[in-house]
């Protein structure tokens, strides 16, 4: 009776040289897995002493009130919001008064604290409650009803931050 080891070098026609090839490339795979084992030992310890991340801390947290931040962080809140204002807010809901007690929209509206702040307020509901993933689909129609529409009521109103203030005339502080 032979051995497997015999019937392997003989029926194949396995040398000892293709043994010894043979060996070798196992030995090399071994290595292999022990170098992934280790690896993700590492990982593993390395997860396991990790902090638990809290749910607020994500990529997507949520922005402060302009009002309530630093300096630095309120001159990059205000170059966004009056790119959004200026892009989306007056070219689609914005106009220039329509001659009935309504003031016209402020050609430099980023100079009165109040049209800011109501702004930017305006634009973080926007990024809530426009995301219909978040919202639902009627997330959108509450924006527009719950906000944009008094916002731009109050700053378009006889006693609001632009009532001064003039499409033809431009900015005049009240």
């Known amino acids: 009776m032979t051995s497997t080891d015999d019937r392997i070098a003989t029926e194949g026609g396995l040398?000892?040289?293709?043994?010894?090839e043979r060996v070798a490339h196992l030995?090399?795979?071994?290595?292999?897995?022990g170098a992934d084992v280790i690896r993700l030992q590492t990982q593993l310890t390395e997860l396991a002493a990790a902090p638990e991340p809290q749910p607020e801390q994500d990529a997507a947290q949520a922005?402060?009130?302009?009002?309530?931040?630093?300096?630095?962080?309120?001159?990059?809140?205000?170059?966004?919001?009056?790119?959004?204002?200026?892009?989306f807010i007056v070219p689609v809901y914005a106009d220039s008064g329509d001659g009935?007690?309504?003031?016209?929209?402020c050609p430099v509206w980023w100079e009165h604290h109040e049209a800011v702040g109501r702004l930017h307020a305006l634009r973080l509901a926007y990024q809530e409650l426009c995301d219909t993933r978040v919202?639902?689909?009627?997330g959108p129609a509450v924006w527009h009803r719950e906000h944009l529409d008094p916002v731009l009521q109050r700053l378009c109103s006889p006693e609001g931050p632009?009532?001064?203030?003039?499409?033809?005339t431009g900015h005049r502080r009240s």
């Open 63 to 87: 922005t402060p009130f302009i009002f309530n931040m630093s300096r630095e962080a309120y001159k990059g809140e205000l170059a966004d919001l009056v790119t959004w204002v200026n892009e």
């Open 162 to 168: 632009f009532a001064a203030c003039s499409a033809t």
């Open 100 to 105: 009935a007690g309504r003031a016209a929209w």
């Open 27 to 33: 030995q090399n795979a071994m290595h292999r897995l």
């Open 15 to 20: 040398t000892q040289d293709g043994l010894f």
């Open 135 to 138: 919202s639902g689909p009627s």
